[in-house]
């Protein structure tokens, strides 16, 4: 697949689209395959016992899918999520966390890809996410 924004400009189009949650997300790499981000990981994401909340791991595999689509499809803001699910495999740590997303199929209205996170210090993925996303038609 060709790869149509690269890592600065994916960071950049994070930052002027989504400049609520751009400082939380670092985009470390963009491969044929997919993505990577990495997230900074706080005290608002912990939920008790000390362990990153689900809705934190579920806005880092969203945001790192979503950012794999758009290094296909160029920057289109009103692709959308349209499904995902999420199995939690290992209780991850109050430490940062990477994402691998990887683009399984691309269409001209969809895409189906997966994200696996993982915890600083654990090499095993902690969790594994499922995604499709809606694109918008070309204008």
């Given at each position: 697949m060709?790869?149509?924004?690269?890592?600065?400009?994916?960071?950049?189009?994070?930052?002027?689209e989504?400049?609520?949650?751009?400082?939380?997300?670092?985009?470390?790499g963009?491969?044929?395959?997919?993505?990577?981000l990495?997230?900074?990981?706080?005290?608002?994401?912990?939920?008790?016992?000390?362990?990153?909340?689900?809705?934190?791991?579920?806005?880092?595999?969203?945001?790192?899918?979503?950012?794999?689509l758009?290094?296909?499809?160029?920057?289109?803001?009103?692709?959308?999520t349209?499904?995902?699910?999420?199995?939690?495999?290992?209780?991850?740590?109050?430490?940062?966390?990477?994402?691998?997303?990887?683009?399984?199929?691309?269409?001209?209205?969809?895409?189906?890809?997966?994200v696996?996170?993982?915890?600083?210090?654990?090499p095993?993925p902690?969790?594994?996410?499922?995604?499709?996303?809606?694109?918008?038609p070309?204008?």
């Amino acid at each position: 697949m060709t790869i149509r924004m690269d890592r600065a400009e994916l960071t950049a189009f994070l930052r002027a689209e989504f400049p609520q949650v751009a400082d939380d997300f670092e985009v470390t790499g963009v491969t044929a395959e997919g993505a990577a981000l990495h997230m900074k990981v706080g005290e608002r994401n912990l939920r008790p016992g000390g362990t990153v909340s689900g809705p934190a791991m579920f806005a880092l595999a969203d945001v790192a899918f979503y950012l794999a689509l758009l290094s296909r499809i160029g920057p289109q803001a009103l692709a959308v999520t349209t499904n995902c699910s999420i199995d939690f495999m290992r209780k991850p740590g109050a430490a940062p966390m990477r994402a691998e997303a990887r683009l399984l199929k691309l269409g001209r209205t969809l895409a189906v890809g997966d994200v696996l996170l993982f915890s600083e210090g654990v090499p095993a993925p902690v969790a594994r996410a499922s995604l499709t996303y809606a694109i918008p038609p070309a204008r």
